[in-house]
């Protein structure tokens, strides 16, 4: 099993096997890779694309997909999938990126969510294909990233919602078909609150069966702006750590703010001896690996 650090910041945090930097944020904002991170990018989750250009963003019979239309889970402003000049721009700058950094990790490269999008130019290449509004969809998505992978030189992964059963009908998302072009997915189970673990649990044990290829998630440890109530407490992050590692998956992506937000969540971690003594009876090769990590934690901050 593999242990990688997921941060907004350029600085790689000591005691992970791998890192990865968002390059490229929902809001839009670039900055520029790092030759030893791995580069995070958000296709059509972009804010700054959205504000400039009004008519690329994604349509709906419940309304267009930005923050404050809360008939969805949007915290964003998304641009349409299929539209032309931002996909040509997005693929041009992964192909940029690939080159500055060992691997590309894309997310929200797919439709905003169910009902989207139903703008003119939409409508229109639905109908010229033939096929079902489902269908239509997916291969649009399948199609550019197909596109994408013939630019991408290096790993590519594929950063997915934690939906293992709806993705296509909300996202135009099959599984099978990134798999043809992905090198991993990464399942994004960003919350505050992990005090449930049996549920992140279960989530990966779905997505390990259903994927074919390796498997990471991600846990959410801290953003930008956040107080220490609003971020999970170290228990919780290892206890679900610990649940999740057990079912298999082949790694697991620490999501901060930065090097330090990570340093305080492991100094967490370490100083609560007595949980990382139950843990122990959690059973099997996975779940000590996660407690290895722990321990080669401790001798990191010592």
Request: proline share 5%; hydrophobic share 35%.
């Amino acid at each position: 099993m593999r242990f990688g650090a997921y941060v907004y910041e350029p600085e790689k945090a000591e005691g992970f096997d791998f890192h990865v930097l968002r390059v490229k944020q929902e809001t839009g904002k670039r900055i520029t890779p790092v030759q030893d991170m791995n580069s995070n990018i958000a296709v059509f989750a972009d804010n700054v694309a959205a504000q400039k250009n009004k008519n690329w963003i994604s349509q709906s019979l419940l309304g267009p997909a930005q923050f404050g239309n809360y008939k969805y889970n949007i915290y964003w402003d998304m641009v349409c999938a299929t539209q032309p000049e931002h996909r040509a721009e997005q693929i041009k700058y992964i192909e940029e990126v690939d080159r500055q950094s060992p691997g590309i990790w894309l997310n929200s490269q797919y439709f905003a969510d169910h009902g989207h999008c139903t703008c003119p130019r939409c409508k229109k290449l639905w109908k010229k294909s033939g096929l079902g509004w489902l269908e239509w969809r997916r291969k649009e998505i399948t199609g550019y990233i197909s596109q994408i992978r013939e630019h991408v030189k290096k790993e590519l992964v594929m950063c997915i919602q934690p939906d293992p059963i709806t993705a296509y009908e909300r996202y135009g998302v099959d599984f099978d078909d990134l798999a043809k072009y992905a090198d991993a997915f990464n399942v994004v189970m960003l919350s505050k609150s992990y005090a449930t673990p049996w549920y992140w649990e279960m989530l990966s044990r779905g997505f390990k069966k259903i994927l074919k290829k390796p498997v990471y998630i991600s846990l959410y440890v801290s953003c930008p702006g956040d107080s220490p109530k609003d971020v999970p407490p170290p228990t919780e992050l290892l206890n679900t750590s610990v649940r999740c590692a057990r079912t298999g998956i082949d790694g697991i992506l620490y999501f901060a703010t930065g090097a330090k937000k990570l340093l305080d969540f492991q100094k967490g971690v370490v100083n609560n001896f007595e949980l990382r003594r139950r843990l122990r009876s959690y059973g099997g090769h996975p779940v000590q690996e996660v407690l290895d990590l722990v321990n080669n934690w401790e001798q990191l901050i010592q």
